[in-house]
């Protein structure tokens, strides 16, 4: 398959990886988007787009999906259209076929995060929205430390700081691949931004993590958690951008 122009673009930017360390792209879904990008999505992708019901949903799909390819493609040194995915037995996290690069992607409304790592590595990301019923959630979903702390905060600060408790958990799940199907209440994250060492029991395995919130915009929540060997180990955060074409 011969790469076309953005992707021989995306060669030629070629990234690498700083030791320990994660990268971390924000990406605006809200651009148009182009028929260059549809192009670098595979058939799963494709069918993924079209069935969507609301066009805004469909273009953030395409949106995310074609910048996450020109993204890994970057440190893998191969066309974005070129790469290939499949879903981790058994719980769907999806990888990269023959590349030894972990990365993990969220959206929420008109962004976009990738974590891009040389360890398993989860994100998350919400857009801070008024909500009211963040008390009765952090019942269902937090630890007791963590509901205290969230009734220790002034009622119009508790939505961000219950997203941040709630975008490390997350991050946290999806590192290790299992995403939600577990009680999240045996997760102590906290709902300070802090980076925090997290232990994990994953049947035999007892995998350690470290979480940590990133501030990028305002009205963003976002979380990266990676796994490490060491307790505090010192995971530094790159944040760069990568930007959608803004019409075809
Ligand atoms: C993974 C999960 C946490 C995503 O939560 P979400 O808030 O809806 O979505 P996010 O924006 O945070 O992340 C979505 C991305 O996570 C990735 N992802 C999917 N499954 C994942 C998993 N098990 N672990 C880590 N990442 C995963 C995908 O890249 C997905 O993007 P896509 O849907 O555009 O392909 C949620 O779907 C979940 O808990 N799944 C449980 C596992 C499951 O049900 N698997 C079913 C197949 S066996």
Not at 28 to 38: E, I, M, N, R, V
Not at 49 to 60: C, H, M, T
Request: glycine share 6%.
């Amino acid at each position: 398959m011969t790469p076309t122009t953005v992707e021989r673009e995306a060669l030629r930017d070629r990234r690498h990886l700083v030791a320990g360390s994660v990268d971390l792209w924000l990406v605006d879904l809200s651009a148009p988007g182009t028929a260059d990008d549809l192009s670098l999505l595979d058939t799963s992708e494709r069918e993924r787009a079209g069935r969507f019901l609301i066009e805004r949903d469909r273009r953030r799909f395409v949106n995310a999906h074609a910048a996450l390819r020109r993204i890994l493609s970057r440190y893998v040194g191969r066309a974005a259209s070129a790469l290939r995915f499949e879903l981790e037995v058994p719980h769907g996290k999806p990888v990269l076929v023959d590349a030894p690069l972990h990365w993990n992607l969220a959206h929420s409304e008109d962004h976009a995060v990738v974590g891009v790592a040389a360890a398993a590595v989860g994100v998350d990301i919400e857009a801070l929205r008024d909500r009211r019923d963040v008390l009765a959630m952090a019942q269902r979903h937090f630890n007791e430390s963590e509901v205290q702390a969230l009734r220790a905060r002034l009622p119009a600060d508790r939505g961000a700081a219950f997203l941040c408790g709630w975008t490390r958990k997350e991050a946290c799940l999806k590192a290790v691949g299992i995403g939600l199907r577990v009680d999240t209440r045996g997760l102590g994250v906290g709902i300070e931004p802090a980076p925090k060492d997290v232990r994990m029991q994953l049947g035999r395995r007892e995998v350690r993590l470290r979480v940590q919130s990133v501030s990028c915009r305002r009205d963003l929540l976002v979380a990266v958690a990676q796994e490490t060997h060491e307790p505090n180990a010192d995971v530094g955060v790159r944040l760069l951008e990568e930007s959608v074409a803004d019409g075809a």
